[in-house]
């Protein structure tokens, strides 16, 4: 099977994305599309660059690795105005070009992890269309609503099946798949079961508005003996947190290094607002810190409801009672037990379940893989 993707900028993040990707990849060969913009630029100085460095071809994050041997990246030019005919016809006619090129006549099939792909999808003869639906992207911050209703109108449309990461977004009338966030077992099974000393309650990831940042300092003020460790990129306004004395922000690491981050967390948590944006994620962090056997807490988010060993609430006095009856008496048979639970939730068996779907799409009969009968 040959797979067209439509992702995220590759090796910039693991994204849901890429960790799929790299399981078909074992068995598959994968052409990739890096990010395609959902939203128009402004005129301002920080729009200029990024859309400069996109038409220069990006470039890698820092720390990560060389593609992959099965990976091919065509990193056609695409210019950022997709609403604009004249515009999203010279998209297409680059797009078309370089992905006839990089398929060299093979029939893909075609996962689009983002809606915008479907402007530019005429002219590429393929074997299925799956939409990875893994956001309500009309409400993400910064995107263009507009553009992404009128993407998602027409890539559920086109599309043979849609493969959601939550339950709320699969749509009427639409083959779909839920398909919740996996987890690589083997990379975050380096964190040890022994719970180490001191008392630090992490987090990983970007701190966006998404974030409960009130949540955050009443939790830092309610419990002065625990250091709140946040590791990530921020895109919120955090002087607030940074003049708390037991809140520590700290750069981005690769993800590579993510394992030796958690190794003096005694606790981990996803404190995400409630809204409608939340009510639609199903944070891949979860699964990652419960691989790592942490004790884990989330804001009532209603994906989180159904993963075991993770904690619920809404408020301080919930967080710190958390932290009394179960942080802070953690012991290595309680991780183990927490990292047990989300044994069968890898990315292996992700990708065997998406497949698995491809190969139910009617008319779209494709040939078995390894991957597909791994269990």
Wanted: charged share 20%; with cysteine.
């Amino acid at each position: 099977m040959t797979c067209l993707v439509f992702g995220d900028d590759w090796g910039r993040h693991p994204s849901t994305t890429q960790h799929l990707a790299r399981q078909l990849g074992e068995q598959s060969r994968v052409v990739w599309i890096d990010s395609i913009a959902m939203r128009s630029p402004k005129l301002t100085a920080a729009d200029a660059r990024r859309v400069w460095g996109k038409l220069r071809g990006g470039r890698p994050a820092v720390g990560s690795a060389p593609d992959p041997a099965w990976l091919v990246r065509p990193r056609p030019r695409v210019l950022p105005w997709h609403l604009s005919p004249a515009v999203a016809s010279l998209n297409r006619a680059a797009i078309t070009r370089s992905v006839t090129e990089a398929l060299r006549g093979e029939l893909p099939v075609v996962l689009a992890a983002n809606p915008v792909a479907a402007f530019y999808l005429e002219g590429i003869p393929r074997e299925a269309l799956v939409y990875l639906r893994l956001d309500d992207y009309a409400e993400l911050p910064g995107v263009d609503p507009d553009l992404a209703r009128a993407a998602e109108a027409r890539m559920l449309r086109m599309a043979d099946v849609v493969a959601a990461t939550a339950r709320r977004l699969l749509p009427p009338g639409v083959p779909g798949l839920y398909l919740p966030q996996g987890v690589d077992t083997a990379h975050f099974g380096q964190v040890s079961l022994v719970p180490p000393p001191g008392k630090v309650l992490g987090f990983f990831g970007l701190l966006a508005p998404w974030i409960d940042l009130a949540l955050v300092a009443a939790v830092a003020r309610a419990a002065p003996d625990w250091t709140l460790e946040f590791v990530g990129r921020s895109d919120v306004d955090t002087a607030a947190l940074r003049a708390l004395p037991n809140v520590r922000i700290l750069p981005a690491v690769p993800y590579s290094e993510l394992p030796s981050v958690m190794r003096h967390w005694r606790a981990a948590w996803a404190p995400f607002a409630m809204n409608e944006l939340t009510a639609a994620v199903n944070p891949l962090k979860i699964r990652e810190y419960l691989a790592a056997g942490l004790p884990s807490f989330c804001t009532p988010l209603p994906e989180v409801r159904e993963i075991d060993g993770v904690r619920l609430g809404r408020t301080a006095d919930d967080v710190t009672t958390w932290l009394r009856e179960e942080a802070a008496v953690d012991a290595p048979a309680r991780r183990a037990a927490r990292r047990r639970g989300v044994a069968g939730d890898s990315w292996t068996a992700r990708a065997a379940e998406l497949e698995r779907c491809i190969r139910a799409i009617p008319g779209h009969a494709l040939p078995a893989t390894a991957l597909e009968n791994r269990r």
